[in-house]
């Protein structure tokens, strides 16, 4: 028998108070069922094989058709048989720790009785972790859901298929029922969905359009970043695809399309081409990379890192299909103020300068 298991950095660990950018909030078992196996129910097997899962998730899961055996989508009463292929992906499990409802505004953009859309301020930590345990999404959704079981246990991360960092603004869907947040895990497992990111990036990109590819993992020297491994030898498989949408002389303006969603992917895959994220501290776009040595440009460059004190990253739209009706949704947000401000100093600047040589 055959396992591999792909999952998620611990939320509660050291590597932000954020933790994840856009990554995705499951867990996906593949086996291959040894030749002597007795022909058992699947959901009694996956159960005696998955550590700590219970038979109630494993049918959730099924009744999602997340359980493929052979490629095809299975019931919970299915017979295994010898050498059969299983694949199965399950929504994250809630964690243990209780979690305080919190009345905190949010700015809906749909809900109905399965999912929530929400367009997300910079800030807002999504589920609590380390050095953030009030004040974040979570909190504000246990409130305003609180007549929902799922998210009436006090239980971390109810409903959550995704999720970007604090300081990234932008959509989330978010599932109000145990079917809903299998169908929309799916989805995201299946790259299915599909997810655009407005980017304020340093330098002036080389072509119009492009895409970074390299394995993304743990940071060798600081644990609280990633990495883009080149080679392969370490970290998950990630691609970003981007193009230029304004140049901005010492800054562009662009969109990225994420064919993966792997931790902090778009800011470590910007690091890694040496054009980092307008003001990003983790990643060195909080100083002056591209530019003059001037003292007018310099206390520029400040302003507008004062007007934008985060990584200037939007989540700016995100398409899936209801996990009930199969309708296709799409969602969009309008670039928020403060980048908007930053990108309209920047035309400005850009502007006078070319006056200024002509």
Not at 19 to 35: G, R
Not at 49 to 68: C, F, G, M, T, Y
Not at 134 to 162: C, K, Q, W
Request: net charge neutral.
């Amino acid at each position: 028998m055959i396992s591999q298991k792909d999952s998620l950095i611990d939320p509660n660990d050291e590597l932000d108070e954020s933790s994840e950018e856009q990554s995705e909030l499951y867990e996906h078992f593949n086996f291959k069922v040894d030749k002597g196996q007795a022909m058992i129910r699947i959901d009694k097997y996956l159960s005696d094989k998955i550590h700590q899962v219970s038979r109630n998730r494993i049918q959730s899961a099924a009744d999602a058709d997340n359980i493929l055996v052979n490629g095809k989508a299975v019931k919970s009463s299915y017979k295994v048989k010898p050498l059969d292929s299983i694949s199965i992906v399950m929504a994250y499990p809630p964690r243990d720790t209780d979690i305080k409802p919190e009345n905190i505004p949010l700015n809906i953009l749909f809900e109905d009785d399965d999912l929530i859309v929400i367009d997300k301020k910079a800030g807002m930590v999504v589920h609590p972790a380390h050095g953030n345990f009030s004040g974040t999404l979570v909190n504000a959704l246990m409130y305003h859901l609180r007549d929902i079981p799922m998210f009436s246990s006090g239980e971390v991360r109810p409903g959550l298929v995704h999720r970007i960092d604090k300081n990234t603004s932008g959509i989330l869907v978010i599932a109000k029922s145990e079917i809903a947040m299998n169908r929309l895990a799916k989805q995201f497992f299946d790259r299915t969905s599909s997810r655009l990111y407005t980017a304020l990036v340093w330098g002036n990109m080389e072509t119009d359009e492009g895409t970074v590819t390299g394995h993304i993992g743990r940071s060798i020297r600081d644990r609280k970043k990633m990495q883009v491994f080149p080679n392969g030898d370490q970290g998950k498989h990630a691609v970003t695809h981007w193009k230029v949408l304004e140049r901005l002389g010492y800054v562009n303006l662009v969109e990225c399309k994420l064919e993966t969603g792997r931790t902090h992917q778009i800011r470590a895959h910007f690091e890694y081409i040496k054009h980092p994220l307008f003001n990003d501290d983790r990643y060195g776009g909080n100083i002056i990379v591209k530019g003059t040595v001037f003292t007018k440009y310099r206390q520029f460059v400040e302003n507008c890192f004062e007007i934008c004190p985060r990584h200037a990253l939007h989540a700016r739209s995100l398409g899936f299909k209801h996990p009930t009706t199969g309708k296709e949704m799409y969602f969009e947000s309008e670039l928020p103020n403060d980048m908007k401000k930053v990108v309209e100093k920047w035309r400005n600047y850009v502007s006078g300068r070319e006056i200024e040589e002509e």
